[in-house]
């Protein structure tokens, strides 16, 4: 995933408003109005406006086509540590307009930020990490833009993936892409009743997206009474934390 270094929100939301000025004028010898080439004092989520001193500071960690229509968003992240109420939050433009998610109060990995490629389409998600967990793990959101907003992708109002184990303590999981342009999760449950060997039975679960709305299609079990030491043969990505959307992320 590649990172735009040393590139601020604010200096991507100006260069926005700029393009959008030179494309309204009618011939070369129009002058721009200095005004036009500001950040716009517009709510953006709470207290938070576009012209907020902290968007300045707000480092550029992706580059992705969240929306699916046109050219690729920059997407900004204002730290959970900083003062002001844009703090924890996500920032991106469409078509030169600002909008913003903000993330609750954990904050996010950012190094860790990764793009999805949805098949058979042009949008792409954002695979997000929460901050890491003391008891070992962290939550995953996927973030994508519909009717020009930024905002979390979500199933039945929850995040389709959830919380992640990384201590070796949670069933085995994970989410990949459907050919049909949408999602998956695979989780595993404990085979009952409990046999001699760890067993597990292994669920298949699939959205189409609508926006930023997840829709189950289908929820399936491809799996019964699987041993532990055969699944972790057959189907080690269940076992990795690292593995979520591993056959659609951008390098």
């Known amino acids: 995933m590649r990172h735009t270094a040393m590139r601020t929100f604010g200096a991507v939301l100006s ?3 700029l393009t959008l000025s030179l494309a309204g004028c009618g011939s070369g010898t129009e002058s721009l109005d200095p005004q036009t080439t500001s950040a716009p004092d517009v709510t953006l989520f709470g207290g938070c406006t576009a012209d ?8 550029v960690v992706a580059e992705a086509n969240i929306d699916g229509v046109a050219a690729r968003n920059e997407i900004a992240y204002v730290p ?3 003062d002001g109420p844009c ?3 996500l920032f991106t433009t469409f078509d030169g307009e600002p909008s913003a998610v903000p993330l609750g109060e954990a904050g996010i990995d950012t190094g860790s930020v990764q793009v999805v ?5 042009e949008r792409q998600l954002l695979l997000v990490r929460g901050e890491p967990h003391p008891r070992g793990g962290y939550e995953v959101h996927l973030f994508g833009g519909t009717d020009d907003e930024i905002g979390e992708v979500l199933a039945d109002g929850h995040p389709v993936v959830g919380f992640v184990a990384t201590d070796g303590g949670g069933a085995p999981a994970t989410a990949t892409c459907t050919d049909a342009g949408g999602i998956a999760t695979v989780t595993a449950t404990t085979h009952e009743p ?4 760890l067993a597990w039975d292994v669920h298949r679960s699939t959205y189409r997206l609508r926006g930023n709305r997840a829709v189950l299609v289908s929820s399936e079990q491809i799996r019964d009474a699987a041993a532990d030491p055969l ?7 269940l076992f ?6 591993e056959d659609c992320l951008v390098s």
């Not at 907020?52 to 480092?59: F, G, V």
């Not at 699944?231 to 990505?237: G, I, V």
């Not at 990795?240 to 959307?245: G, I, L, T």
């Open 52 to 59: 907020d001193p902290a968007l300045d500071r707000a480092e």
């Open 194 to 197: 409990p046999g001699v060997i």
């Open 117 to 121: 490629q949805l098949r058979g389409t």
């Open 87 to 89: 703090a924890n939050a």
């Open 231 to 237: 699944l972790r043969k057959e189907m080690p990505a």
């Open 15 to 17: 260069a926005a408003t």
């Open 240 to 245: 990795d934390p690292d593995d979520y959307f």
């Open 80 to 82: 959970a540590d900083s």
